[in-house]
């Protein structure tokens, strides 16, 4: 069970899909929160005879708002609070998420012309929070309106990615359901198999070695990643887990097995510098292209991978 799950909200009903998935989890606590942008009179009151308070545009209304909604999820049982705070979107999600172990909020697909960014707060949130948190791709092709069936994780060999385990293993307890573990094998895999299988065995290729070298090399690399699975599922200690190993470049490998049913869960990070809006790019086209919900653990927020099996 989750102790509080932060669901940010707009007062657009998109946003409100995200209470629809959120009834599914047991959790002691709900906070609904509203953010409002700070907007500055853009005409002086002196001359429109208008005198609102502009720092927290009609907060009455917007706290009434959030208690309807509350008190619909309280006749349910549930203990919910209502938050409503002024300022940057994405900074008061993520602290007012201090606190909170899930956040579940909705996103929107492709921008304009196909723009690779899933929205500019759920990006910020992606890359800047450390509560792990679910997004609902909204927008065009909505994700997340039907029930779930299994919890899938991608991973790829690293502990970065096995931070995801812990979530994967609440979220499968949470909804009753099973946990599919998957991995892709890919030209980067083959290519480390072949490095480390000349390093062991330095020698000139023939040319009639290579084709052949290439097809053992692949061979191998899957041979590791289904040996890696079967191990990372044992150490699960969950009766339902199921696993694959998957053929070709991750990410799109990993789409084309992701179903409308599915729950994503899986490990990102955030980047300084130049690239400080990239939050992995798997992650990012996961989170605007595929057909499940995916929930994002922040690299450094995971704990060990005993803490899943002991629940």
């Keep these: 069970m989750y102790d509080r799950i932060l669901v940010p909200l707009d007062g657009s009903e998109t946003s ?42 009609h ?23 209502v938050e409503l705070r002024s300022g940057d979107a994405a900074e008061e999600i993520i602290a ?22 899933f929205g500019s707060t759920a990006d910020r949130v992606a890359r800047h929070g450390t509560t792990p948190t679910l997004f609902l791709r909204g927008g065009g ?43 892709a094998v890919g030209l980067d895999d083959v290519l480390a198999t072949i490095r480390s299988d000349r390093a062991e065995d330095d020698h000139r290729l023939q040319p009639d070695e290579g084709n052949e070298r290439y097809k053992h090399a692949l061979l191998e690399a899957e041979r590791e990643a289904t040996d890696y699975l079967a191990a990372t599922a044992e150490e699960l200690q969950v009766a339902a887990v199921s ?8 990410v799109f490998a990993i789409l084309s097995t992701i179903e409308p049913d ?16 990239t939050i992995g790019s798997v992650a990012e086209k996961l989170v605007r292209e ?5 929930l994002l653990v922040r690299d450094g927020t995971g704990s060990a991978r005993k803490s899943a099996a002991d629940g």
């Excluded at 599915?262 to 809006?277: A, E, I, L, P």
Aim: no cysteine; net charge positive; glycine share 8%.
């Design 16 to 57: 409100e899909k995200a209470l629809e998935f959120m009834e599914r989890l047991a959790s002691r606590r709900v906070r609904l929160l509203r953010v409002e942008r700070n907007v500055a009179m853009p005409i002086s009151p002196l001359m429109t005879g208008i005198y609102y308070d502009w720092e927290v545009a």
């Design 59 to 81: 907060p009455d209304q917007i706290r009434d708002e959030l208690e309807a909604l509350a008190e619909r999820l309280r006749a349910g049982g549930r203990t919910v609070e």
């Design 96 to 117: 007012s998420a201090a606190d909170a172990d899930l956040v579940i909020m909705t996103t929107h697909g492709r921008g304009a012309a196909g723009r690779l960014i």
């Design 141 to 183: 092709h909505p994700v997340g309106s039907v029930a779930p069936r299994r919890v899938v994780v991608p991973l790829d060999g690293s502990r970065l990615a096995e931070q995801a385990l812990p979530e994967a293993y609440k979220l499968a307890q949470g909804l009753d359901l099973p946990i599919h573990l998957v991995r």
């Design 243 to 250: 696993t694959v190993v998957l053929k070709g470049t991750p």
């Design 262 to 277: 599915d729950v994503v869960v899986m490990t990102t990070h955030g980047r300084g510098g130049y690239r400080r809006w």
């Design 290 to 294: 595929a057909a499940a919900p995916i």
